[in-house]
């Protein structure tokens, strides 16, 4: 099968690769650039723990082949969230404080979810944070502690007190 | 859980894309949004030697307002119609915030559901509801093809193999407000066990034409006829709900894991009522 040389910009940096047609980006993210936070799970977009943005969006990164990514656009991994000097983000650092994870499988998918849901509505309610993480799974936490991390962030981030 | 191999094909215009699509034949298959042709690539449900990748194509990803309708071309993605790009026909507006969650709505395409033709879809339902037409152009030509003759069963379309969407039309409800949609399922997002969706043409508070979907409720999107008949002429005030039903000579729900024949012909029935009096309650603000 013919390889297709791609260009990817992930996390800033652009990254050349000859990959198979079929190669997802999740594979691309995870084999070609050894960004493994990006978690496989089902592998058919029912999970969300692939979930990455691509130009600005979160997409299910195993529904998307790295053939189909242009060089002018931009793929964000949960490695491109925290600070370069690996302090953690504002949304990752409630996901610690409130026991949003315990085994922490599907914690990157819910990560990049949570990022774009208070990049876009500061202040959900609770019924839109069950919206806007309707489509990640977790079998650990039963999900009370990852939505508390989602209020407490929402807080932190409009300036008050986060506890 | 990984897809067959497959040659990728990137055309930029839909003559290029047709012409691909005849030349390799049943071989190959149109990806757009991906939402439904990927899982099922990765589940090896599906296997093409070809894709060709839509998303590089010119012209196919406006919203174009006419005067009595708007034309969603096929790269219109279900967030943007979520978040209101056609609010001139808010029952689509309402279908397309109940799929999938936002990562699914982002890649989704209007066209892709509509092809796809999942019986339990509400994009395909709604296209029914609202007397959409779809256009497909093939190597014979264009053709327009109203939604009431393109769900022909279970996924399957009136489609022709080396035909192409590329354009829904929907005609602009003449009170456009007074709709309504709801469904049943699992968990948020699902596919839904059963739901149905109302549009009405109302005159002042008397019911011109109403106009019903129901989904999940047989192997196609399906239009309440006998319940649309007996809302004709009725008043919104003073509804008389007693033909507005669906029994078995209208739909053959299925039994599956999550519910049997019979639950759906029930809940069906319940969302019947709830959508024809909330579409009602709508017109009337």
Redesign the interface.
């Given at each position: 099968?013919?390889r297709?040389e791609v260009l990817i910009t992930v996390n800033g940096e652009t990254r050349g690769a000859y990959v198979?047609?079929?190669q997802?980006l999740a594979?691309f993210l995870r084999d070609e650039c050894a960004l493994t936070g990006t978690h496989l799970g089902?592998?058919?977009?029912?999970c969300?723990a692939c979930?990455v943005m691509?130009d600005g969006?979160?997409?299910?990164s195993?529904?998307?082949?790295a053939?189909?990514i242009?060089p002018d656009q931009s793929v964000v991994t949960i490695e491109g969230i925290a600070s370069s000097d690996g302090s953690l983000s504002v949304v990752q650092q409630a996901f610690r404080d409130e026991f949003g994870l315990q085994c922490g499988f599907c914690t990157p998918g819910f990560v990049m979810?949570v990022t774009?849901?208070l990049d876009h509505n500061p202040t959900p309610t609770r019924d839109e944070i069950?919206?806007?993480l309707?489509?990640?799974l977790c079998r650990c936490t039963g999900y009370q502690g990852i939505l508390r991390a989602v209020e407490h962030a929402a807080r932190e981030l409009a300036g008050g007190p986060g506890a | 859980m990984k897809p067959a191999p497959f040659e990728y094909h990137r055309p930029s215009t839909v003559d290029e894309a047709v012409g691909l699509l005849g030349e390799l034949g049943d071989e190959a298959k149109v990806l757009a949004g991906g939402q439904s042709l990927v899982p099922m690539l990765n589940l090896r449900l599906a296997r093409f030697e070809h894709l060709i990748d839509l998303n590089g194509v010119e012209g196919l990803d406006g919203v174009d307002a006419g005067g009595e309708d708007i034309s969603l071309g096929a790269l219109v993605r279900v967030h943007d119609v979520a978040l209101g790009a056609v609010s001139a026909v808010p029952l689509l507006t309402q279908a397309a915030r109940l799929v999938g969650h936002p990562a699914i709505r982002h890649r989704g395409t209007v066209a892709g559901s509509i092809a796809h033709a999942d019986p339990a879809a509400e994009l395909a339902t709604a296209a029914l509801v609202l007397d959409a037409v779809i256009t497909a152009i093939g190597p014979a030509g264009r053709r327009d093809i109203p939604a009431a003759s393109f769900f022909v069963d279970y996924w399957q379309t009136a489609l022709e193999l080396d035909e192409i969407i590329t354009s829904v039309r929907v005609p602009i409800p003449t009170t456009p407000g007074s709709m309504a949609v709801r469904e049943l399922t699992r968990r948020h997002g699902d596919f839904a066990i059963a739901g149905a969706m109302c549009q009405l043409d109302l005159d002042g508070d008397s019911i011109r034409s109403a106009s019903i979907g129901l989904f999940g409720m047989g192997p196609t999107p399906l239009r309440a006829t006998a319940a649309e008949h007996a809302l004709l002429g009725q008043r919104t005030s003073s509804l008389d709900l007693t033909d507005v039903v669906v029994t078995p000579e209208h739909a053959h729900p299925s039994t599956d894991v999550h519910a049997t024949a019979e639950y759906r012909m029930r809940v069906c029935n319940h969302l019947l009522v709830e959508v024809v009096t909330a579409a009602c309650e709508d017109g009337a603000r």
């Open positions: 099968m013919t297709l198979e047609p079929r997802t594979d089902c592998e058919h977009g029912v969300g979930t691509l969006v979160t997409v299910r195993c529904l998307i082949f053939s189909q242009r979810a774009e849901l069950v919206d806007a309707s489509g990640n | -």
